[in-house]
């Protein structure tokens, strides 16, 4: 078996690569939590069409100019949205596609904005410098715009549950991933970045990527934000975003692995925001972002925010996707999976395998650093890995039911995902299934994740669950004593691969390890 603190480390960069290639989280496979977002809450969109199993978007496009009273105001459905005030910065006017603030990007790789209109299907892409193209179509549906370098930027018509809003600002990377807001609604406004002014030291010590550790700190902007990863600054740096206040008070708040950069706590006095590494030999590496509270879009634009009240279609359901099956919640082993595992027959000897990574665990709680979690094991539980792998051609999730799920993405036309089943099952001495996962959350307080936690491998390879008091989870087969359940050996079914069809089983007992 292998190190939990390697495991650990690749599970992590890797679950966030896999984001990386398409700008989106490989979704954990159950609907337990979902645990380590790449993207922020704001995050709405992927580069080069790339989905999660979480949900997907649609990239949109922009406003039709309007003149009211001599003013532009901001075109939205059911009328238009106040104009800025006579001296306002250029910036100020929507109409006019503004460049977010190229001063507040500082080293990250910002490479433009698409804003976007769904219902007119209208896309406009205004480049870090301010240059602005209105998008073509392209051959397989999608509207094409050259970025910085000549580089390809893509939006997609086509998307899932945040199609509901008209207008979308959508903010490119250079790694290839994006992300926005619907930007009239957003209490923010529309996140220009206009407030910001970043300074990063030219003098990086070794193991220090600014350019990477940027694109952690950019959520705390108000900008779609990336997830710490080993390469941000080395698997062992504290790496923490820090506030500082006029009245000389600061705040320091640990990012842990996966995470970006924490949401500012409170606007008012503040005075600059920053991230700051800690390298284990104790040197420091900072990247400051001054805060300037009279150029906020509010401030400086004599705009009121959200410009607008209500931007969603209504030609569309919110709560629907009619992309997307209905997700089922039904009894464990009675969907896809009981042509191989199914209550009261034995699990067949040859899948049973022996995990990769298996680690027995006690006490209140279980802290992993490198992970930002805490976990409780109460008196003992197990960390347990098993190998996971993404497949070329998948671009859609597993069957739309109790345990299975799955991640995808789509990085320049080249779709790749894995479609993932996992439950826990309960034998008899004679290796028969006499219990399986509760798959009702009613029926039990902690179903979400306080006694199983699981995380996505992606491209990384080892997929982990933590496995504490599994006693509530357990659901006895038909006819069967639940006195003979709590006597019962637990199991840890597990399957991937690229269809429902070809799926790469495996049967793990933590007990016997």
């Known amino acids: 078996m292998r190190e939990l603190r390697e495991v650990i480390h690749e599970a992590f960069a890797g679950h966030a690569r896999a984001l990386g290639d398409g700008g989106v989280e490989v979704a954990p496979s159950t609907a337990l939590d979902d645990i380590r977002r790449r993207r922020t809450r704001r995050s709405v969109a992927a580069v080069g069409g790339a989905v999660a199993a979480s949900g997907a978007i649609a990239f949109a496009a922009i406003a039709i100019p309007g003149s009211v009273d001599g003013g532009t105001t901001i075109a939205a459905p059911g009328g238009t949205a106040p104009a800025p005030s006579g001296d306002a910065p250029a910036w100020c006017y929507l109409d006019d596609y503004p460049a977010p603030n190229p001063d507040a990007w500082g080293p990250a790789g910002f490479v433009g904005r698409v804003y976007a209109n769904y219902v007119d299907e209208e896309f406009v892409y205004v480049s870090p410098d301010g240059d602005v193209q209105h998008m ?12 910085p370098g000549g580089r390809t930027i893509t939006a997609h018509v086509d998307g899932g549950l945040t199609d509901v809003f008209t207008h979308l600002a959508i903010d490119y990377s250079d790694n290839g991933s994006a992300g926005g807001s619907a930007y009239l609604t957003d209490p923010e406004g529309p996140r220009l970045g206009y407030e910001w002014t970043t300074e990063a030291p030219s003098d990086a010590p070794p193991g220090v990527n600014p350019k990477l550790l940027m694109e952690v700190h950019t959520s705390t902007l108000g900008f779609g934000g990336t997830g710490l990863e080993p390469s941000v600054a080395g698997a062992d740096a504290v790496v923490e975003t820090v506030f500082r206040y006029d009245d000389g008070t600061e705040e320091a708040v640990r990012i842990g692995r996966g995470h970006p950069g924490a949401s500012v ?5 503040l005075e600059s925001a920053s991230i700051r590494a800690t390298l284990p030999e104790g040197e420091i590496y900072e990247i400051t972002s001054q805060y ?3 150029q906020t879009y509010e401030a400086a634009c004599g705009v009121p925010v959200p410009p607008v009240g209500d931007d969603t279609r209504d030609d569309i359901d919110p709560s629907s996707d009619p992309e997307r099956d209905e997700y089922v919640t039904g009894p464990y082993l009675e969907g896809p999976e009981s042509v191989t595992f199914q209550c009261l027959a034995a699990v067949p000897e040859d899948l049973v395998a022996e995990p990769t990574v298996l680690e027995r665990q006690s006490g209140t709680y279980y802290d992993v650093e490198e992970a930002g979690l805490e ?22 999730p597993g069957p739309q039911y109790s345990g299975w799920g799955g991640g995808w993405s789509d990085q320049t036309g080249d779709p790749h995902g894995v479609v993932t089943y996992e439950a826990l099952i309960w034998v008899d001495e004679d290796g028969a299934i006499i219990g399986r996962q509760q798959h009702d959350a009613d029926d039990r307080e902690g179903l979400g994740g306080e006694d199983l936690y699981s995380i996505g491998g992606g491209d990384a390879g080892d997929h982990l669950w933590y496995i504490g008091d599994t006693s509530e989870l357990a659901l006895p087969c038909e006819g069967v004593d639940p006195a003979e359940v709590e006597k019962a050996e637990l199991g840890l079914i597990w399957g991937y691969g690229p269809s429902v069809d070809d799926m790469r089983w495996s049967v793990f007992f933590p007990e016997r390890g």
């Open 292 to 294: 300037d509270p009279t």
């Open 265 to 269: 706590p409170e606007y008012d006095g």
């Open 136 to 147: 073509e179509r392209s051959g397989d549906g999608a509207y094409d715009a050259q970025g």
């Open 375 to 396: 976990f409780d094991f109460g008196d003992g539980g197990y960390i347990l890995g098993a190998p996971e792998e993404m497949f070329p051609g998948v671009d859609g």
